[in-house]
Structures are given as structure tokens and as C-alpha cells.
T-cell receptor, first 112, second 117 residues
Framework: AQSVTQLDSQVPVFEEAPVELRCNYS??????LFWYVQYPNQGLQLLLK??????LVKGINGFEAEFNKSQTSFHLRKPSVHISDTAEYFC??????????FGQGTELSVKP | GAVVSQHPSRVICKSGTSVKIECRSL??????MFWYRQFPKQSLMLMAT?????????EQGVEKDKFLINHASLTLSTLTVTSAHPEDSSFYIC?????????????FGDGTRLSIL
């Protein structure tokens, strides 16, 4: 069965510093991978997705992620974070029927 | 594009009340809609998958008589929490997917915070 593990529940970082949010998945078949962001009391907004092709995908708000098949990882990165990036980030894998399996979430806290 | 509207955003009601939550895709037709439940500081748990014109598929452990789902059109799905009790208090989020392919992303509504007194 597919699963998603986000290795860090909380990531504190100072403004303008780089950040990496880690995500590992387990699957025996080809996967589609997504990163979503959730601001307080809101739904989820799609940051980026990996379907096929280039392993480096760029998303909105300056985020990017790299698909690494050998390490079964899909880590999210941003070279310089802003206060407004403070939010909960979820990694997800699409399984049969298009259902999403979410990781536990990583709370990114950007401090001035 | 790909906007999903969820209404209401917040509901506070007495125990025993039934509550209906609407999920609309505003600028696309959604073949499939999903309903999630999210507890504080936790991830999203899929409750059911709703396909237009057919019965919803519920995840294991979700009571289909408790959480009634209707997907009568390609732009509207509703979740009715019947005879709600305090343990049903939660954040409910819907999502919609355009098309049937599993590589198409889901677009999420802003959620409904349900509080049962």
C-alpha cells in the first residue's frame, strides 16, 4: 500500500533563509506526487505536482521540488522564505481512483 | 481557474441537528469530488469519493448513514451530517477534480468548521 511520510512535523526558520521540507513515499507503481499548502482555517492550495518528465518541478510562490525515484523522495525547497510562507505543508501521492494519500504535514514557521 | 467554493465556512449548532455542507466547482465541471475530515494539528482523512450521478464510495470506518453525500450535478456535491453530535465536530474539506484521470490535481474548498454543542 502506498504511504507518505513527512519527516519533520515542525520546521522553524528565519526570514530569507533557505528551507527544505522532506517527503518520502512508498509505492510499488508509478506515482503522481503533489505538494499542498494550508493557511490557518483554510482549505489546501496546490503548490506543485510531479506527473512525469523532468524530475525538478517548479511551483507557485517560488517553491520547487525534486522527484528522486531511487530514494523515493519528493522534497520541497525554497531558496529564501518570507513571513507569509508560514503555513502547514502537505505532501501527497495519488493512488488508484485518483484518491490522495497525505503525509502528516509539516508546520513551517518563518521568524523575522 | 479551478475554484472550489465551500459553504458554509462555519456552523455552530445543537446536538441532534442535521447539517448540510455544499461544495461547488465554480469554473469547471467536476467528475469527481472528495470529502475529507481534518482534526486539529492533523492531516486530512478521506471520508468518501463522490462521482456525479452515482453513489458515493465511503472509506472504511465512515458511516454512510451518518454522512450522506449527494453529487447531483457536475458542479455540486453536498455532505449532510445527520443527527450531529459533539464528536462530529471537526473541520470538513471538500475537493474537486476535473476529469477522471488520477494524475489530475484536486482543487480544494476553504473548509467548513463544524461545532456541535
Amino acid at each position: 500500500a502506498q504511504s507518505v511520510t513527512q519527516l519533520d512535523s515542525q520546521v522553524p526558520v528565519f526570514e530569507e533563509a533557505p528551507v527544505e521540507l522532506r517527503c518520502n513515499y512508498s509505492s510499488s507503481v508509478s506515482v503522481y506526487l503533489f505538494w499542498y499548502v494550508q493557511y490557518p482555517n483554510q482549505g489546501l492550495q496546490l503548490l506543485l505536482k510531479y506527473l512525469s518528465g523532468s524530475t525538478l518541478v517548479k511551483g507557485i510562490n517560488g517553491f520547487e521540488a525534486e522527484f528522486n525515484k531511487s530514494q523515493t523522495s519528493f522534497h520541497l525547497r525554497k531558496p529564501s522564505v518570507h513571513i507569509s510562507d508560514t503555513a502547514e505543508y502537505f505532501c501527497a501521492v495519488s493512488v488508484g481512483g485518483g484518491k490522495l494519500i497525505f503525509g502528516q504535514g509539516t508546520e513551517l514557521s518563518v521568524k523575522p | 481557474g479551478a475554484v472550489v467554493s465551500q459553504h458554509p465556512s462555519r456552523v455552530i449548532c445543537k446536538s441532534g441537528t442535521s447539517v448540510k455542507i455544499e461544495c461547488r466547482s465554480l469554473d469547471f465541471q467536476a467528475t469527481t469530488m472528495f470529502w475529507y475530515r481534518q482534526f486539529p494539528k492533523q492531516s486530512l482523512m478521506l471520508m468518501a469519493t463522490s462521482n456525479e450521478g452515482s453513489k458515493a464510495t465511503y472509506e472504511q470506518g465512515v458511516e454512510k448513514d451518518k454522512f450522506l453525500i449527494n453529487h447531483a450535478s457536475l458542479t455540486l456535491s453536498t455532505l449532510t451530517v445527520t443527527s450531529a453530535h459533539p464528536e462530529d465536530s471537526s473541520f470538513y474539506i471538500c475537493s474537486a477534480r476535473q476529469g477522471a484521470r488520477s494524475n489530475q490535481p484536486q482543487h480544494f474548498g476553504d473548509g467548513t468548521r463544524l461545532s456541535i454543542l
